[in-house]
């Protein structure tokens, strides 16, 4: 007599408990995923801003750009620094960060590895940003040669990073958490200005960027901003 062999099926039952097992996983598993995402992404900016600072040294003591001729350079954006911008000085410097920091066409930031990157100038009639020309002004001048800021940001809020970050040219990165309604920092949607980092009570101005960065109190953006190694 031939013996039949059969094959027990899952039930409905047991179908719908492994699913429910997989979803709880999933559960867990995903957002650890996107926080260690988000958490290299933050790691990320901060070290690209300590590159940015590294190449605005190599910048000012190179005298790329000196627009008043006094033999001391100024701090340069990130289309100078770059290589791929034609400096105020009137010629196209070697890169001295990876070229990829240089913004393309009129925009006046770049994203890298997630994370958006301005850099601010001390300017004339606003703080200066990519593109813009040399100036005469030499008070204004004088402060490029004294000042620059750099800021990171998240290029989309809560998922690519959450934290915002600045350096000026002390060297130390600031961060921020970036998580009160007058932060939240996200793209090309919500940009930093050229003073967020800066002490809530610091006298500061576009010209002069005499304002220092919030050592672990309120920058004038509402948030609280500290160093950070």
């Known amino acids: 007599m031939v013996q039949q062999k059969y094959q027990r099926a899952f039930t409905i039952v047991e179908l719908v408990v492994v699913i429910a097992i997989l979803g709880i996983l999933a559960s867990i598993a995903i957002p650890g995923a996107i926080a260690i995402k988000k958490g290299a992404n933050e790691t990320n900016a901060k070290n690209n801003l300590r590159v ?19 033999s001391a350079g100024e701090y340069g954006t990130l289309g100078e620094l770059s290589g791929v911008s034609v400096s105020r000085g009137g010629s196209t410097a070697s890169a001295l960060i990876p070229r990829t920091f240089g913004p393309s066409g009129s925009e006046t930031n770049v994203t890298r590895n997630a994370y958006v990157f301005q850099m601010f100038l001390p300017g004339v009639s606003s703080a200066l940003t990519e593109g813009a020309g040399a100036i005469t002004d030499d008070d204004v001048i004088n402060a490029q040669e004294e000042s620059f800021r750099c800021y990171a940001w998240p290029a989309t809020f809560g998922s690519t990073g959450d934290r915002a970050f600045g350096i000026n040219q002390e060297g130390d990165v600031y961060s921020t958490s970036n998580d009160i309604s007058s932060q939240k920092y996200n793209g090309t949607t919500k940009k930093p200005g050229f003073q967020v980092a800066v002490a809530s009570g610091a006298t500061d101005s576009f010209t002069t960027f005499a304002g220092n960065f919030a050592n672990n109190g309120n920058g004038k953006d509402g948030g609280s901003w500290k160093p950070i190694d």
């Open 52 to 70: 940015v600072a590294m190449g605005q040294g190599l910048f000012i003591n190179q005298v790329i750009v000196d627009q008043d001729g006094d």
